[in-house]
């Protein structure tokens, strides 16, 4: 037990900070927008199929600049969205809101269905080129590694961005009160628009970089809506840091849970977030949310 615990904890480590990627943007969007995006899923699925067509080349240089470029297309891809669709249904009943990005996921599913087919796609090619590392005993994929430092980099930089720039400051003067914020002149829908781009090219970066340690396959986007849920829920709606702390807590849990109780390890995650709402429904680090 003892040595193999690097790994589980590495592990856990790993699953986290893709979770934490893709459960930031969703808590970005609804805290911002106040919109619950059930397509969010789907959107780190097709940012997953789209770097497989490059990570298939074996081509390094093309492979890194995938990581950019990805992300910077889902996001587009989440700002059209926004723009096309979703921000007719802003003062609308959230049972609308609901339908449109279910029904969106929908949509993105098929799209990716037909653009790649029904079989999954394996692209592990950099996993294989990383190598491995010994930790404490224990040989390690160096490419998990680096998505974890990637992962906690870009929760620095969120940090850095919302807590220490001017923009950072709007869209969460924003997110607190819109009518007060447009009242100051500024432009609501634009920041809507900014946060949709954000949230889904954070989505998309998560897709990119947990392909090649796995598959890209139809119905990864369920887990991985339902596991952000249940990490913005444990963490607190609308709050990073929250994010971030739900995303170890699950991943490690799933870790753990994946070896001792394979047959119960959702199970655990689940009585978790029980056990966090009844003690504070709020989630760890949320603050109460009022639709403005």
């Not at 999954?120 to 294989?128: E, G, M, V």
């Not at 969460?172 to 920041?191: H, Q, Y």
């Not at 986007?221 to 807590?249: H, Y």
């Not at 799933?254 to 056990?275: D, K, N």
């Amino acid at each position: 037990m003892l040595s193999t615990l690097p790994l589980f904890i590495l592990n856990g480590l790993f699953y986290a900070a893709t979770l934490f990627l893709i459960a930031s943007g969703l808590t970005i969007i609804f805290s911002v927008a106040g919109i619950l995006n059930l397509a969010h899923g789907a959107i780190f699925m097709l940012g997953a199929y789209l770097a497989t067509l490059t990570m298939l080349t074996g081509d390094i240089r093309l492979i890194i600049i995938t990581f950019i470029i990805v992300p910077f297309i889902i996001g587009l891809i989440g700002l059209g969205i926004e723009r096309g669709l979703i921000k007719w249904v802003y003062d609308r009943e959230s049972e609308y809101q609901l339908l449109l990005t279910y029904g969106l996921s929908l949509v993105l599913a098929d799209l990716v269905r037909m653009m790649f087919g029904p079989q999954p796609i394996s692209a592990s090619f950099l996993l294989r080129e990383s190598g491995v590392i010994d930790i404490l005993g224990v040989t390690y994929p160096v490419y998990n590694l680096i998505v974890i430092v990637v992962a906690l980099f870009v929760g620095l930089l969120l940090w850095l961005f919302l807590d220490r720039t001017r923009l950072g400051w709007i869209v969460r003067a924003c997110s607190f009160d819109r009518e007060m914020s447009s009242a100051l002149g500024v432009n609501v829908g634009l920041i809507y628009a900014f946060t949709f781009f954000l949230g889904s090219a954070l989505g998309g970066l998560a897709g990119a970089l947990i392909v090649p340690s796995t598959v890209a396959m139809l119905g990864m986007d369920v887990n991985a809506l339902i596991e952000s849920f249940i990490v913005i829920v444990i963490g607190g709606l609308g709050s990073i840091r929250g994010a971030f702390i739900g995303s170890i807590i699950v991943g490690l849990v799933r870790s753990f849970g994946i070896y001792f109780f394979p047959r119960y390890e959702l199970a655990f995650i689940y009585i978790i977030m029980a056990v966090v709402l009844l003690i504070r429904p709020r989630g760890l680090f949320g603050r109460e949310y009022r639709r403005v």
